[in-house]
């Protein structure tokens, strides 16, 4: 059973526009959770990340909200830009840093 | 350069053969994982390494072995090929004293097994 869910497979945005994607998790021992983005042909990168007892965290055009009653979490890109076109992995760290990994919302922005 | 770095970068195997991916890193971490990325399913650990000493099943660590030849580098063996461990393979380091243990990718590996 997946304890970290991204239910949408992919996401269309017009530049300039807000994007918006989503993750659910299950496991309420999880006590950090990040998002990584992956450019085709490359490793996933390390984009932001947001700790069990915050809700909000923000780096430029970048922000992550954490709501903890509903295992929620959901990243804020504003505006997108074409260059943001990639796959987003949710990901929530275990004890001991073992990260659990959503399967991914592919981003497409449109210029 | 890259600070990890992954060989080979894409690899056709038969059923059967057995193989080795190797990831070499540069970055002085201690700890190393390696991670099959298949569609729909994102990433899944297969086996994790805390230090040259200590190696960790991860969840999906049956078909694969590992070795940790140092500190920086970590090899996965894949035994007897089979056609569904085709996939997208990623090494990743982390620093458990750095920066909330945020864990750095290599570039992957594609294995197609035939």
Redesign the interface.
């Known amino acids: 059973d997946q304890q970290?869910k991204?239910n949408s497979?992919s996401l269309s945005v017009q530049e300039g526009r807000i994007s918006i994607l989503n993750c659910d998790y299950t496991n309420s021992m999880f006590d950090?959770f990040?998002w990584?983005k992956k450019y085709p042909?490359?490793?996933?990168?390390?984009l932001i990340?947001i700790?069990s007892i915050k809700d909000k965290n923000e780096d430029g055009r970048f922000t992550v909200f954490l709501n903890k009653s509903a295992k929620h979490l959901s990243l804020h890109i504003v505006p997108s830009q074409p260059g943001d076109s990639a796959v987003y992995?949710c990901?929530a760290?275990e004890y001991?840093?073992?990260?659990?990994?959503?399967?991914?919302t592919i981003l497409r922005v449109k210029s | 350069d890259a600070d990890?770095t992954q060989t080979p970068r894409n690899r056709i195997t038969k059923t059967g053969k057995r193989i080795m991916l190797e990831c070499s890193q540069t970055k002085g971490h201690d700890?190393m994982y390696w991670?099959r990325q298949d569609p729909?399913?994102?990433?899944?650990?297969i086996y994790?390494s805390?230090d040259v000493k200590d190696i960790n099943k991860?969840e999906i660590s049956d078909g694969y072995s590992v070795s940790r030849q140092a500190q920086a580098k970590f090899s996965l063996s894949l035994e007897s090929a089979i056609p569904n461990q085709t996939a997208l393979y990623?090494c990743?380091t982390?620093d458990?004293l750095g920066d909330?243990?945020?864990?750095?990718?290599?570039?992957?590996t594609r294995l197609l097994v035939l």
């Open positions: 970290v991204q497979p950090y990040l990584y042909a490359e490793g996933p990168t390390f990340s700790s992995f990901a760290r001991g840093n073992k990260l659990v990994f959503g399967a991914g | 990890v700890r991670y729909g399913l994102g990433l899944r650990l994790y805390f991860g990623f990743a982390s458990p909330q243990e945020t864990q750095y990718f290599g570039p992957g």
